[in-house]
């Protein structure tokens, strides 16, 4: 026969959440003290870290977003040390100055762009491009779009 005992409970003694529970036993009487207030009065029961009437409460502290309370020190939102936040800075610095602002891709025409593709497939005499030649055809094209809108811009001047 398999072993049923349960090595964890799911609740403490005397919570009405529990398959034996009796509510005139003892530990259901103390659950109550502990966990019930009739009026009110409580948000949490008697001995949590939050309660007010609990030694060492944190209930005083004022929690800025993104700011540990208790680690000031940090970098908000991150948590990062002085030094780390210094590295991440001059890495970021580094990356911007290596970045080259892409060009601006300029709407192409869809069904231009079906049939330069199909011209492409036909020329190579298969159904598929490689990744590589449709950014190829798509290149040549965006190239051609832009040397049309310089044109259009130079005839207004």
């Not at 509510?23 to 948000?43: F, M, T």
């Not at 590295?87 to 610095?93: D, F, I, P, T």
């Not at 060009?103 to 049939?115: E, R, S, T, W, Y």
Request: charged share 25%; hydrophobic share 35%.
């Amino acid at each position: 026969m398999p072993n049923l005992q349960q090595g964890e409970q799911d609740f403490p003694p005397g919570h009405p959440g529990r398959g034996d529970y009796n509510p005139n036993s003892p530990e259901a009487g103390e659950w109550a003290r502990s966990h019930v207030a009739p009026l009110g009065q409580r948000d949490f029961p008697v001995g949590h870290p939050a309660a007010v009437d609990t030694p060492g409460h944190k209930n005083f502290v004022v929690w800025q977003p993104g700011v540990d309370p208790f680690n000031p020190q940090r970098e908000p939102f991150t948590g990062r040390s002085e030094e780390q936040a210094a590295a991440v800075k001059e890495l970021s610095r580094r990356a911007s100055l290596a970045a080259v602002e892409s060009p601006i891709a300029i709407p192409l025409d869809a069904v231009v762009l079906a049939h330069v593709m199909n011209a492409r497939r036909h020329e190579l005499g298969r159904d598929l491009l490689t990744p590589a030649e449709y950014a190829e055809v798509m290149a040549r094209e965006q190239e051609k779009a832009r040397e049309r809108a310089a044109a259009a811009a130079a005839q207004k001047e």
